[in-house]
Every structure is written in C-alpha cells, then in structure tokens.
C-alpha cells in the first residue's frame, strides 16, 4: 500500500535492531520493507525506486560503502542514510563524499532516525521541484518556444544554439512584436549562466537620466530624490545575462558609458567614483537600422562596432506566411486553456484570409487577435467572421485597389494568387515540394502556376 510519508528500506544484518527499526518506522506511516545483507538491498533496490535507504555499514557479504557507490551510480536521487556502530570521522567525510545523505552512529535515537529521514525525504521533494520547475522553464524559454518551421526560422535557431554557450555580444534585429525578447531570453536560458539572473531593461520607457541610474545605480545624494543607495541593472546582472532593448534610444552619453562596460567590464553608479567589475553576457535589441543612425551621426560607431559582433534578424510575420497556422493553432490552445473554452480549431478560410494580411504588429498583434477570436467566438471554430475588421478591410480595400493598379479585372484577379505563390515560395526558401505541400497542392500544379504567372527564383531577386 502506498503511503504518504514516503517509502524506505532498511539494510542490517543484526536481526533484532532490523525489525526494531522496521516497526518504529511503520508505526510512524512509513512504507518500510527490509534487507539483510548488502547483495539482497541491491536486488529490492532494482524492484522498487525507495526514496531513502538506511544501511549498516558492516554487513555480511559486502559493507555498507559498496551499496552507497552502487546507488550514486545507479539510482542516484534516492536519499542513502549511513549506520555504524563503529563511527569515525574519516569514515563519515568519506560516505558523504561518496553521496551519502547523513551518518548516524549507533545506537540510534528512535527520534533522530526519524527527523534523519524527514530531512532525506524533505530534500528529494526540493529536489524533484526544481526538476519541474526546469522543465516549465525550458518548455518556456528553450527554443521549442518559439514556433517557426519556415527557413529563415530554422537558420535563426541553428544561430542561437551556435552563440548561446558563449559570452559574446548579440545584437537582435527586427520589427516591433517579432518576438525579440524570447529569443533573448531562449539566449540566455540555453547558455550555462542559465541559473543566473536574466536582467531586462526597455531604454525607451524611460527617460535618458534615469535610465542611466537604472543601468548603474546611483549613491545617495547624486540628484534630487536620491534618499539612498540604489544597485543597477548591471550589478543585478553580475553572473547572468543583461538585455538592453530599444538600444537605439540611448543618449550619446549614455553610449559612452556602455562602451567602456562592453570593453572593460566596469564603471560607476551614478554620482558616485567605486568602480564596480561585472561579468554579464550583453544581449542587445533594436527595430532601428543602426547602421543607417551610423552614418547620420546619431550612434557612435565604435560603439556599433562593438555591439554588432553577431547579430540575429527575427524576420517579419508576412515574410513567413507558411507559419501563420502553427502560430494560431499553438495561441488557440494556449487561449483555450486560460478562458476555459472548448473549441475544435480554425476554420481554412480564416487561415487563409490571416496569410494574405500583412500583419504590421507581426507575432504580438496575431497573439492578439487570436484571444481576442477565442473570447468572442459563439463557434465551436474560428471563422472569418471571428477576425477583426482591421484584417478584413486591408484585404478588401488596400490590396483589392492595389492589385488592381489600373488593370483589367482578369489581371487583378490573377495578382493576388501570383503574390501568395511568390510569399510562400519565400517562406520555405523555394523548395517547391514544402511549397505544394503548405498550399494543399501537388508539385505538378505548383509547376504550372510558376509557369504561368511567370514565376522564377532569378526573376523575383533580382
């Protein structure tokens, strides 16, 4: 029968002492089995995972130090507790050394077995949370994550993997609501300062003179309002990872001051003259052409040189097109759980309706319009109907009148369909198998398509 406190075996040549500890230890709600000698414990040991096993160290066959080894190797979260009626301190350093949970000395207190044992068990518990909650992170943070099988999204991911074990400095390129942050934050998690700090900080939410403060502190008195001492952002970071986004917005200034902490890895709080070290790996992020603010004298150059060592571009939504179902399909799930809702999915009308749209907020506005679809929605699906008025009158409107251009209506008509072939071509890097394969076709018809409509790799990137 299972019970709640936990399941032990206790391993003792010595008849009499093993069952005395069997029944104290049963009568307490342990679920308590025995083993007398060395060879017997392993076999139990390979029948049933026990989450603490109290063993003499002298016993018949082999001694207790042979069964502590064996479970370091082979069931190493199961919390090993030593007995010995001959204690010493070498003999102690040296069974915790080897993974042992606790070395008592016998005779044993009835009372300090039990709270041994409590301790053992209270640690496995600790132990296997921190196992869950590393599996929520990485199901979180790692790159499974981040939804994309298109190309550019596979050679984004291959590059995140290539730089996260390394400290160098990434600059993250792309619109607003790409996704930027995740992929920081992936970045970090999958790098080994993984269990250190990972520090955000959003330049452009604040003002040039506190963002200073909040990158590097400041001393008491250094301006109005400084009642006291105040650690930065940078500090806070010291181990782990620093993610500066809207980088672009940072003052001349302010330029300088990162400059010396990307190259020396110091400075100063604000009004203050300690010179801090830290050791944080810098993941920068921007929507700006830095390059462009370069050569307009609006970022210093050394400083671009600096931060662009390697940098990623989180590609736009409507140049990924074959990625827009995984990424509704993946929100819809994820909405359906947090409102409590029971739907079947969405309809191939409203996926095709969201692939022609050209998604100006990208990933963050179809995050958006998605909840937005699940908490309406009367259906037991999603339908065109269900999207908002935004995406319909740009299709409608915007794209109907720019398609058109002053053609007849035969040409107009065929616009829109070369467009999507040409944006789904781009989205699985022309492989037209992938290609037929997203638009529900075969490859003979896709031929013909690209035939007719003119369609070559050459011909559009050119």
């Not at 301190?89 to 300090?112: H, M, N, Q």
């Not at 930027?180 to 970090?188: E, P, V």
Request: hydrophobic share 40%; charged share 25%; proline share 3%.
């Amino acid at each position: 029968m299972k019970n709640s406190l936990g399941s032990l075996l206790i391993v003792d040549d010595d008849r009499h002492i093993l069952e005395a500890m069997a029944d104290y230890l049963r009568r307490l709600g342990y679920r308590t089995e025995t083993a007398g000698n060395c060879h017997s414990a392993i076999e139990r040991m390979q029948e049933y995972p026990f989450e603490c096993v109290v063993c003499d160290v002298n016993l018949p066959d082999q001694d207790g130090f042979h069964l502590l080894e064996w479970a370091s190797k082979n069931q190493p979260e199961t919390a090993i507790i030593m007995l010995t009626g001959y204690g010493t301190i070498e003999s102690a350093v040296e069974a915790i050394r080897i993974g042992a949970f606790d070395y008592l000395t016998k005779p044993v207190i009835d009372d300090e077995l039990n709270l041994s044992i409590q301790r053992a068990l209270g640690q496995r518990k600790i132990v296997e949370e921190n196992k869950q909650l590393k599996a929520q992170l990485d199901q979180k943070y790692g790159l499974g994550n981040i939804i994309g099988r298109d190309y550019k999204m596979s050679k984004m991911f291959d590059l995140i993997e290539s730089v996260a074990e390394t400290r160098t400095t990434v600059l993250i390129l792309g619109e607003n609501g790409t996704g930027k942050t995740m992929t920081a934050r992936s970045i970090h998690h999958l790098s080994d300062r993984r269990d250190k700090p990972f520090v955000e900080v959003a330049c452009g939410a604040l003002p040039d003179s506190l963002l200073e403060s909040e990158l590097f502190g400041h001393v008491q008195g250094a301006f109005t309002g400084a009642s006291h001492d105040k650690m930065g952002k940078f500090l806070q970071a010291d181990g782990g990872t620093i993610f500066l986004d809207e980088i672009a917005t940072a003052s001349q200034q302010l330029q300088v001051k990162l400059l010396r902490v990307l190259q020396d890895r110091e400075f100063e709080p604000v009004g203050g003259t300690k010179t801090h070290k830290v050791d944080c790996r810098l993941v920068l992020a921007t929507n700006e052409n830095l390059e462009q603010m370069v050569a307009e004298g609006k970022f210093r150059q050394d400083l671009y040189y600096r931060i662009n060592v390697i940098s990623l571009t989180q590609p736009p939504l409507r140049e990924r097109v074959g990625d827009i179902p995984l990424l509704a399909e993946h929100y819809l799930q994820h909405f359906i759980e947090q409102v409590g809702k029971q739907m079947e999915g969405i309809d191939d009308e409203a996926i095709q309706l969201m692939q022609r749209y050209s998604w100006p907020g990208n990933v963050r506005e179809l995050v958006n319009v998605i909840e937005r679809a699940v908490v309406l929605s009367n259906s037991k699906r999603i339908t065109v109907n269900d999207l908002p008025d935004s995406i319909h009158k740009q299709i409608d409107a915007g794209n109907v009148a720019a398609h058109f251009a002053g053609n007849n209506l035969k040409s107009a008509l065929a616009n829109p369909e070369r467009q999507i072939l040409i944006e789904a071509l781009e989205a699985h890097g022309w492989n037209r198998q992938q290609t037929a394969k997203m638009l529900g076709v075969n490859r003979t018809t896709l031929y013909k398509k690209m035939k007719k409509f003119e369609i070559t790799f050459e011909k559009c990137n050119s």
